[in-house]
């Protein structure tokens, strides 16, 4: 079984630009998390998605955004980027929305803001 | 008070020790009590997963929870370099949906040979 796929492994941008991220979850899930890992502040949740609707978000603003396609697959955009936003973002996949649903995470994108 | 607190380490064993790796939270509500490790440049993966309180055993690897305590370990026997990693600890409420899911912010484990 594959599992959750992203890419790029890497990314690099510069002030103001924006960067699309992409995750593709293990198959048969319908739920797509993303969350910033920034270094010392551990995981942050940013979005989850489930059957293609945004579900909630986490305490970011509006400049980060994303969607989910009909084949679950999700998409992550942070607009006007800023240096602050350089982490690694990860996404996730879970079964089903439940409390009991376990997440699996793929190995992430790298992103760099100069 | 944090709600989740996670000593970062770095802990540094030797190669056939016992770890214990620990993390504490304020909120009573939780009711699943999950470990993930995750190695340099790859993502989280989930190690251990319980319900309420209890010893849970897989393997080398044992995790405790004391509810009443408010604390959780992850113990390691005999451990080996390649057990080297970060340890998150991660918490969940009964009727929570997976988004709600709380990280601590991880311990680096190092086991040297």
């Known amino acids: 079984e594959a599992g959750v796929t992203q890419s790029p492994t890497h990314l690099i941008k510069t002030r103001g630009q924006q960067a699309t991220l992409r995750c593709s979850p293990i198959s048969g899930h319908t739920s797509v998390y993303w969350y910033q890992q920034a270094l010392g502040l551990g995981l942050q949740f940013l979005l989850w998605y489930d059957e293609g609707e945004e579900r909630n978000r986490g305490n970011f603003p509006p400049r980060f955004s994303g969607r989910q396609f009909p084949n679950y697959s999700s998409e992550l955009n942070v607009n006007a980027l800023e240096l602050e936003d350089s982490a690694l973002y990860l996404c996730?996949?879970?079964?089903?929305?439940?409390?009991?649903?376990?997440?699996?995470f793929g190995n992430g994108t790298r992103l760099t803001v100069t | 008070q944090k709600e989740v607190e996670q000593d970062p380490g770095p802990l540094s064993v030797p190669e056939g020790a016992i770890v214990s790796l620990n993390c504490t939270y304020s909120?009573?509500?939780?009711?699943?009590f999950m470990w993930y490790r995750q190695y340099s440049r790859k993502g989280p993966e989930l190690l251990m997963y319980t319900y309420s309180s209890g010893n849970k055993e897989d393997g080398r690897f044992t995790a405790q929870v004391d509810k009443s305590s408010k604390y959780i370990s992850l113990f390691i026997r005999d451990s080996q370099p390649s057990d080297s990693a970060t340890y998150l600890c991660?918490?969940?409420?009964?009727?929570?949906?997976?988004?709600?899911?709380?990280f601590g912010t991880g311990t680096r484990l190092q086991v040297f040979p």
């Open positions: 909120n009573s509500a939780f009711q699943y």
């Open positions: 991660a918490f969940l409420g009964l009727t929570y949906n997976t988004d709600k899911l709380i």
């Open positions: 996730a996949s879970s079964l089903y929305r439940g409390s009991n649903s376990p997440l699996h």
